[in-house]
């Protein structure tokens, strides 16, 4: 079992839904992370939360939306989704907020999204 | 400059055997290097992680060799089982950047 927790597993929504990925950590972290992982291909960060504070948006589109309430969630909020879109979607947190102090990026198990 | 280059794409070793999988950066200002192990249907989690200033760590059967000159890291497998098959990623972060740098993956088989 992961310590940072995903829900749901398994996401199947059409093109024309709005629905939400859920993400929590309980390990004291204060960066928090949005990746999507395409099949045998590596993750590529989409997000970066440092301190409850949007700090990286690697240009992603506007339909995914991400949003963390506290230093424990982070959601992400999708609409109008394309195919291309189907993916596994990773959160992952760590302690990193600026220090020289590298710690670990550790990973929930992710939401495999399927958009129809 | 931001990529790292991770090879082979696949490895079949039998089991017992060592696997070696090898990964390459252009950008000195990576201070951190992961490597992470990924089975099917589940998350990246952290295998062995090892900084510039050490030339090698070694966790049970997982060793990271580190050459700083060359810009090169490396990850070893001891009496590989095949329990261990799965898709190893390097990496490589800088903490001013908040990023992970991913290599492309190693898909690794250990056959019985």
């Known amino acids: 079992d992961t310590e940072v927790t995903q829900t749901p597993k398994h996401l199947v929504m059409g093109m024309t839904n709005k629905k939400s990925l859920k993400c929590e950590q309980h390990?004291?972290?204060?960066?928090m992370y949005w990746y999507k992982q395409k099949a045998k291909k590596p993750p590529e960060l989409m997000f970066v939360?440092?301190?409850?504070?949007?700090?990286i948006n690697e240009s992603v589109p506007s339909r995914f939306s991400p949003e963390c309430p506290n230093s424990s969630l982070l959601n992400l909020h999708l609409h109008a989704l394309q195919p291309e879109d189907s993916a596994l979607y990773l959160c992952?947190?760590?302690?990193?907020?600026?220090?020289?102090?590298?710690?670990?990026?550790?990973f929930g198990d992710g939401t495999r999204l399927s958009i129809l | 400059q931001q990529q790292v280059k991770q090879s082979p794409q696949s490895l079949i070793v039998q089991k017992g055997g060592i696997s070696i999988i090898n990964c390459a950066y252009e950008n000195t200002a990576f201070d951190y290097f992961p490597w992470y192990q990924q089975f099917p249907g589940k998350g990246p989690a952290l295998l062995i992680a090892?900084?510039?200033?050490?030339s090698e760590k070694k966790e049970g059967r997982f060793t990271i060799s580190f050459n700083k000159s060359a810009k090169q890291f490396s990850l070893h497998i001891m009496d590989s089982q095949p329990g261990d098959s799965a898709t190893y990623f390097c990496a490589a972060h800088t903490v001013r950047a908040q990023k992970l740098v991913f290599g492309q993956g190693t898909r690794l088989t250990i056959n019985p």
């Open positions: 090892i900084r510039p200033d050490v």
């Open positions: 390990m004291g972290h204060r960066a």
């Open positions: 939360y440092s301190y409850e504070k949007l700090s």
């Open positions: 992952a947190s760590s302690t990193t907020g600026g220090s020289r102090d590298n710690q670990p990026q550790h």
